[in-house]
């Protein structure tokens, strides 16, 4: 069957708040969350109080080899434990594939078959002497090579200036990104049959009604492909504000993948051992009056609340002093 055959897409009615802002967490179901989850849990959690917003939680699931049994359910009730209450019902990405098939065949123009391998991808930035560069080298752009079958789906990225991506961090500033430099074609549906991140993503984002996206400096280099995307798909674009990620002793992101612990371990004292850590990661100052979970997390949310008013305030003032040194300049 055809990638872009027709497929009827699942009914989803966008939810919003009352003040228009509508957040979320999405982790996957790799494991139980550890302290880099909480801190990126937390912060989104904090900036939809801060706002008086909604804060919904998907799960997202689409790789199916990593997903651990339960670790769903692990999940929320953590945050339950943590006392982080969601809005409305929690959504599985795995549910939501008839979604992604229809975007997909939205963008069947822009979309092209990739037979390339891992290792067939660095042979090819090898011999154009950028081994180290993480940028598709185009090999299946004007079609497949003889014999050869597709493995995956790409978007073509535009050329020139339309490749250019900016966007206004809410924390870090302004953020420029040129897809055709810094990414190239990037992979839609994986050849292992499963939907890529940057597609599930918005598609999700946009059916769900996101208004804010708040989530780790980790995935700050995706943020150019989800705006090219949304232009295609004639999505609105959230706003996004990416936080810090916890490092281990190593200096290597805090993850699943090298050997992060659960924070939640079933009977110990969340406040102390979790909560308060995170926060304090966060860069925010907690009273030490807020010694349970309703006091924490009224404090944390006036502490965030200034703490992004201070960021946002620091970032006008050096916007303006660049723009009065262009002034005097001759």
Same mark, same amino acid.
């Given at each position: 069957?055809?990638?872009?055959?027709?497929?009827?897409?699942?009914? @989803?009615?966008?939810?919003?708040?009352?003040?228009?802002?509508?957040?979320?967490?999405?982790?996957?179901?790799?494991?139980?969350?550890? =302290?880099?989850?909480?801190?990126?849990?937390?912060?989104?959690?904090?900036?939809?109080?801060?706002?008086?917003?909604?804060?919904?939680? %998907?799960?997202?699931?689409?790789?199916?080899?990593?997903?651990?049994?339960?670790?769903?359910?692990?999940? =929320?009730?953590?945050?339950?434990?943590?006392?982080?209450?969601?809005?409305?019902?929690?959504?599985?990405?795995?549910? %939501?594939?008839?979604?992604?098939?229809?975007? =997909?065949?939205?963008?069947?123009?822009?979309?092209?078959?990739?037979?390339?391998?891992?290792?067939?991808?660095?042979?090819?930035?090898?011999?154009?002497?950028?081994?180290?560069?993480?940028?598709?080298?185009?090999?299946?752009?004007?079609?497949?090579?003889?014999?050869?079958?597709?493995?995956?789906?790409?978007?073509? @990225?535009?050329?020139?200036?339309?490749?250019?991506?900016?966007?206004?961090?809410?924390?870090?500033?302004?953020?420029?990104?040129?897809?055709?430099?810094?990414?190239?074609?990037?992979?839609?549906?994986?050849?292992?049959?499963?939907?890529?991140? &940057?597609?599930? @993503?918005?598609?999700?984002?946009?059916?769900?009604?996101?208004?804010? @996206?708040?989530?780790?400096?980790?995935?700050?280099?995706?943020?150019?492909?989800?705006?090219?995307? &949304?232009?295609?798909?004639?999505?609105?674009?959230?706003?996004?504000?990416?936080?810090?990620?916890?490092?281990?002793?190593?200096?290597?992101?805090?993850?699943? &993948?090298?050997?992060?612990?659960?924070?939640?371990?079933?009977?110990?004292?969340?406040?102390?051992?979790?909560?308060?850590?995170?926060?304090?990661?966060?860069?925010?100052?907690?009273?030490?009056?807020?010694?349970?979970?309703?006091?924490?997390?009224?404090?944390?949310?006036?502490?965030?609340?200034?703490?992004?008013?201070?960021?946002?305030?620091?970032?006008?003032?050096?916007?303006?002093?660049?723009?009065?040194?262009? %002034?005097?300049?001759?």
């Amino acid at each position: 069957m055809s990638v872009f055959s027709s497929t009827s897409a699942a009914s @989803v009615t966008p939810v919003t708040s009352s003040t228009g802002y509508t957040g979320r967490f999405a982790p996957s179901p790799t494991g139980p969350l550890h =302290l880099g989850s909480l801190v990126a849990a937390m912060a989104s959690y904090l900036d939809a109080r801060a706002h008086q917003g909604r804060w919904l939680l %998907r799960i997202e699931d689409l790789d199916f080899d990593r997903n651990v049994a339960d670790a769903d359910r692990h999940i =929320l009730n953590s945050l339950q434990r943590c006392g982080m209450h969601w809005d409305g019902e929690v959504s599985w990405q795995s549910q %939501r594939q008839p979604l992604y098939e229809q975007a =997909l065949e939205q963008l069947a123009t822009q979309v092209y078959p990739c037979s390339c391998s891992r290792k067939e991808i660095a042979d090819s930035r090898l011999r154009a002497g950028v081994a180290a560069s993480q940028v598709y080298p185009g090999t299946c752009r004007t079609g497949l090579a003889p014999g050869k079958a597709p493995r995956a789906w790409r978007l073509r @990225v535009p050329d020139g200036e339309a490749a250019v991506f900016q966007f206004e961090d809410r924390l870090l500033g302004a953020q420029t990104q040129d897809l055709v430099s810094e990414v190239g074609d990037f992979v839609l549906k994986r050849a292992d049959g499963f939907w890529a991140y &940057q597609l599930a @993503v918005v598609v999700d984002d946009a059916a769900q009604g996101i208004s804010h @996206v708040v989530r780790g400096a980790d995935l700050l280099d995706s943020t150019a492909r989800q705006c090219y995307l &949304q232009q295609l798909l004639g999505l609105p674009r959230p706003a996004y504000l990416h936080v810090p990620v916890v490092n281990n002793a190593d200096g290597e992101k805090l993850s699943k &993948q090298t050997g992060a612990l659960a924070f939640d371990r079933g009977d110990n004292d969340l406040l102390q051992d979790a909560l308060l850590p995170a926060a304090r990661f966060l860069g925010l100052h907690i009273s030490p009056s807020a010694n349970n979970l309703n006091a924490f997390w009224d404090n944390a949310t006036a502490a965030w609340a200034q703490h992004i008013a201070l960021h946002q305030a620091h970032q006008a003032d050096q916007l303006h002093q660049q723009q009065k040194q262009l %002034r005097q300049q001759p």
